[in-house]
């Protein structure tokens, strides 16, 4: 596949980006689980987790398609693939399969699939379009295209704390960069309405983590796994980086402060029969 096609990941495919995508997956995992009940997925469905990473929602899909349907979980970067076929077999999903591939170009059999489903995917891309009309051949007439990805306009911490803007300026300065757009969750319901879906539905979601919930420290784990590109790039000295997550990292601890986290926003539509 060619570089032009490829949809580039800007967090990068380290230890520290498996183990926040893992507990990333287990804070999303009562939201996932609402949507696919609004959706109705049922026993005997062929469902595929594009963006998966070391595990998504392929658990989740497992225990509703059972042992009569399939998952199909789709990564671009063979480390991710590896990562989610250690979690497959950890978890004992047998009904579940890894399927390394470019997002724009799946290579997955067209119009067969029951449900296509992405989470924090669309964030990271940048041709977008090309993206959400590869999902949509993929499923049947009737078959759900659903999207979760958040928008960051409501992610602040109050008091405000001048290491939090310092810090939150970095990541969508490297992230958006990288072709990502931390703000695409209000687009959603307007992209599915372009492509043609019809019984589009949205929900958002907004938290308030307090001390020990992940996405609390959500913005430092993001600078943890950008670190490297951050320094690189000169967007912050090694030193000063070091100093502003110290500082955030206090803050966050003081159960007076409150953050309030990123909105998710879950879209969802029928293919037209």
Not at 29 to 51: F, K, N
Not at 91 to 120: I, P, W
Not at 153 to 178: E, Y
Request: hydrophobic share 40%; with cysteine.
């Amino acid at each position: 596949m060619s570089s032009a096609q490829s949809v580039s990941y800007p967090l990068g495919g380290t230890n520290i980006e498996r183990d926040r995508l893992l507990n990333q997956a287990n804070q999303y995992e009562p939201t996932a689980s609402w949507l696919l009940d609004q959706i109705g997925v049922q026993a005997g469905w062929r469902a595929v987790d594009i963006g998966c990473g070391p595990i998504g929602i392929l658990d989740l899909l497992s225990r509703r398609v059972g042992p009569s349907g399939e998952v199909i979980g789709l990564e671009r970067e063979q480390r991710f693939v590896a990562m989610a076929n250690a979690e497959i077999g950890r978890r004992g999903l047998g009904n579940v399969r890894m399927v390394q591939a470019d997002a724009l170009n799946t290579g997955l059999e067209k119009e067969t699939f029951d449900l296509a489903h992405e989470r924090l995917v669309l964030i990271n891309v940048s041709a977008r379009e090309a993206f959400l009309a590869e999902m949509l051949s993929l499923l049947r007439p009737g078959g759900i295209l659903a999207l979760e990805d958040v928008d960051n306009i409501s992610w602040i911490c109050q008091p405000a704390h001048p290491s939090w803007d310092v810090l939150l300026d970095t990541f969508h300065k490297v992230f958006h960069a990288g072709g990502g757009d931390g703000f695409v969750g209000r687009r959603l319901p307007v992209l599915l309405h372009v492509l043609g879906m019809q019984n589009v539905q949205t929900k958002i979601t907004v938290e308030t983590p307090s001390v020990g919930d992940y996405r609390r420290t959500h913005l430092l784990s993001l600078i943890d796994s950008i670190r490297d590109k951050v320094v690189a790039n000169g967007v912050l000295s090694a030193a000063d980086l070091d100093r502003h997550r110290e500082s955030l990292a206090r803050h966050l601890e003081d159960p007076t402060t409150l953050v309030i986290d990123k909105l998710l926003v879950q879209c969802w539509g029928e293919k037209p029969r």
